[in-house]
């Protein structure tokens, strides 16, 4: 009984960690169309990269760019929270598997991306 029990909450922690995961790549998503149009190719530009293949996600995602941006903020904030939330509320015994510590700063640095492309596609609206 115990060890269901410990096979329980272990997929419950790896459920909430892929939850944050794939609400920070939706975030990153929406904040990527959000930039294509303006933001990022003038950033690409700077350094001497060709955006011509943006023009096909730009030419989609223009019309919806605010849209985006809050979709952005949503979902990014929203795995903020997941990932904060069940970080604080993880007591793991020493020696036990407590989820993959991969995940984590993958998230984090997933969150950091979408937020600098959120913010870059909301100034350049």
Do not use: Q
Request: net charge positive; proline share 4%; glycine share 12%.
């Amino acid at each position: 009984m115990t060890d269901e029990i410990r096979d329980v909450s272990r997929v419950r922690e790896t459920t909430k960690e892929s939850g944050a995961l794939l609400l920070a790549i939706g975030g990153l998503a929406a904040a990527f169309g959000a930039a294509s149009c303006c933001a990022i190719p003038i950033m690409l530009g700077s350094i001497g990269l060709s955006s011509a293949w943006l023009a096909g996600v730009a030419i989609f995602a223009a019309p919806h760019r605010m849209a985006l941006v809050g979709a952005a903020v949503i979902c990014l904030i929203g795995a903020a929270t997941v990932l904060v939330r069940y970080r604080r509320a993880l007591a793991c015994a020493p020696g036990a598997a407590c989820g993959n510590p991969a995940v984590t700063p993958l998230v984090i640095g997933v969150l950091t991306l979408g937020g600098m492309l959120a913010v870059a596609g909301y100034l350049f609206a």
